[in-house]
């Protein structure tokens, strides 16, 4: 049976660790869809040590833009994260709200026609302040935009407060 659910809050708030509890919770040996692109060799490093973290129970699959090409039928699959796939979206159109919306919310529902348990990891950067970068200002719109198109879908949606789950839906 298809559920949705989605993980919301700011950076450092435990959206990670509860997604891989709740998918542990679920089945003995979940996939992990991570959407990261590498940026450095921190960022490599920490990937990899994230990857260990996990251990062997985890099916790792990185795919940075066409997650409706991952087979997860009958999976409980952790995407972490939006925000990192918005990322690739409006890296590549530079900064095109609508383009990237479009490829997103198409991908995203393609994906989500298969019968698997999709947890989706994101940020919500809308709590913030409004920023005087317009390039900053765009992506939080796309998100938000992305994040309510999930939202709206989800089956169950959970705000994290500082490690703890708050339950919207």
Not at 19 to 27: G, N, P, R
Not at 44 to 57: L, S, V
Not at 58 to 74: A, F, G, H, M
Not at 120 to 132: A, H, I, M, R, S
């Amino acid at each position: 049976m298809q559920r949705i659910i989605l993980i919301t809050g700011g950076q450092r708030s435990g959206k990670s660790s509860y997604a891989q509890k709740l998918a542990l919770s679920l089945t003995s040996n979940p996939v992990y869809l991570a959407t990261s692109a590498v940026w450095d060799e921190e960022h490599r490093q920490r990937i990899e040590r994230h990857k260990r973290d996990r251990g062997p129970e985890w099916t790792n699959i990185e795919e940075l833009k066409d997650v409706q090409n991952v087979d997860v039928n009958d999976k409980v699959v952790v995407i972490d994260c939006i925000t990192l796939w918005a990322t690739n979206f409006f890296t590549e159109t530079n900064g095109n709200v609508e383009l990237s919306l479009s490829a997103i919310t198409e991908r995203f529902e393609a994906f989500t026609k298969q019968n698997a348990t999709f947890i989706f990891v994101t940020n919500e950067l809308g709590l913030g302040g409004t920023t005087t970068n317009d390039l900053q200002r765009k992506f939080n719109d796309l998100l938000g935009w992305v994040n309510q198109h999930i939202a709206q879908r989800a089956d169950e949606m959970v705000l994290m407060v500082s490690g703890i789950p708050v339950y919207i839906k």
